[in-house]
């Protein structure tokens, strides 16, 4: 499987935000795809995240409210629609891939994206 992910940018707080990311290769196996985040001298952190089948979503307490993550199964496309965005925000946004229920989690991710930078100015 292999993840392209875009729409990174530079954004003033309170402003928006949306990322794509495209799936390709063997994809039929996939459980959830989602996005994680990293911002400099942090850990990886999950974001947010959509089941394949079924569509239900699930979110980090810090963006509920603020970001909602979609998909177009014809595509094989996962979105992060981010509004009121604030400067903590400011992270690589990475697209990731699980073929499990452990998509919380940076082991329990199969396939990543390359990262796209955020930055959220004051």
Do not use: H
């Not at 699930?58 to 509004?83: E, I, W």
């Amino acid at each position: 499987v292999q993840l392209q992910a875009s729409g990174g940018g530079l954004v003033q707080a309170g402003g928006s935000l949306r990322l794509s990311c495209a799936a390709s290769g063997r994809t039929f196996s996939t459980y959830a795809m989602g996005w994680f985040r990293q911002a400099p001298g942090k850990e990886r952190e999950f974001v947010a995240a959509i089941r394949w089948s079924g569509g239900a979503t699930y979110y980090t307490d810090s963006v509920k409210g603020r970001f909602t993550v979609s998909k177009d199964n014809a595509k094989n496309t996962v979105y992060l629609q981010m509004n009121s965005l604030k400067p903590e925000d400011t992270a690589v946004y990475y697209c990731a891939a699980s073929n499990s229920g452990s998509y919380y989690y940076v082991s329990g991710i199969d396939y990543w994206g390359k990262g796209t930078q955020v930055t959220v100015s004051s």
